[in-house]
């Protein structure tokens, strides 16, 4: 059973920073691209970043904030967020978007882990 394994997050100072990891469990096939959604209330969910290969790709609320890494021997998602603002707020979700050569399988995603920026 694949799963999604999610740490960090919680209450960050307004200004501090951010990290969070996801590492897959269980994924049998290729890992095509990798990284975090989130959502805010009453707001849509939004890509924070993803890394596929030699892409990277970061939602502009986070871009010159963000660094997204990941350890394909591990099956492990790095985020890093500085300077943190209060509208930075939501719930943080990793995924994993997986293919068996070159056909696409689907997304699998993590429970999510809350972030509340606040002094």
């Known amino acids: 059973q694949v799963q999604l394994v999610e740490s960090g997050g919680g209450l960050v100072q307004p200004g501090g920073s951010l990290n969070l990891s996801c590492t897959a469990v269980?994924?049998?096939?290729?890992?095509?691209?990798q990284g975090w959604y989130r959502q805010a209330p009453g707001k849509q969910r939004e890509l924070v970043a993803g890394v596929g290969g030699s892409v990277v790709k970061y939602g502009d609320p986070v871009k010159g904030r963000a660094t997204i890494s990941r350890d394909n021997a591990k099956n492990t998602v790095y985020l890093e967020i500085n300077s943190m603002k209060p509208e930075d707020t939501a719930i943080y979700s990793c995924?994993?978007?997986?293919?068996?050569?070159?056909?696409?399988?689907?997304?699998?995603w993590g429970q999510g882990i809350q972030v509340t920026v606040s002094s």
């Open positions: 995924f994993a978007s997986v293919r068996a050569g070159r056909e696409p399988i689907g997304t699998h």
């Open positions: 269980g994924i049998v096939y290729t890992i095509d691209t």
